[in-house]
Nanobody, 116 residues
Framework: QVQLVESGGGLVQAGGSLRLSCAAS?????MGWYRQAPGEQRELVAA???????KYADAVKGRFTISRDNAGNTVYLQMNSLKPEDTAVYYC?????????????WGQGTQVTVSS
């Protein structure tokens, strides 16, 4: 069983930055971040494969950057120019499949709050 441990959430003013980290206990092909705001569905924010290919939601392109460490077991989400609408619980996700939404392992979630 793979465990994902997240860190890095918090409260920040609009325009500020935060970096989320997620450490996995095993080897995974694809890792990413989802977010869920109150009353909203969980949505994919960004994902990165073991080969370094990335995918971003349109709402965060140009502001967020996803990366992995050399060992491939830790994924980061650098969030810049944060907006109040980025406020949500952010979940680390990972899979041995080719897509992060299949056979997904989940982290416990970390709260990101952006004040206006």
């Amino acid at each position: 069983q793979v465990q994902l441990v997240e860190s890095g959430g918090g409260l920040v003013q609009a325009g500020g930055s935060l970096r989320l980290s997620c450490a996995a206990s095993g080897s995974l092909n694809i890792m990413g971040w989802y977010r869920q705001a109150p009353g909203e569905q969980r949505e994919l924010v960004a994902a990165i494969t073991s080969g370094g290919s990335t995918k971003y939601a349109d709402a965060v392109k140009g502001r967020f950057t996803i990366s992995r460490d050399n060992a491939g077991n830790t994924v980061y989400l650098q969030m810049n120019s944060l907006k109040p609408e980025d406020t949500a619980v952010y979940y680390c996700a990972a899979s041995r499949s080719r897509v992060v939404s299949r056979n997904t392992y989940w982290g416990q979630g970390t709260q990101v709050t952006v004040s206006s």
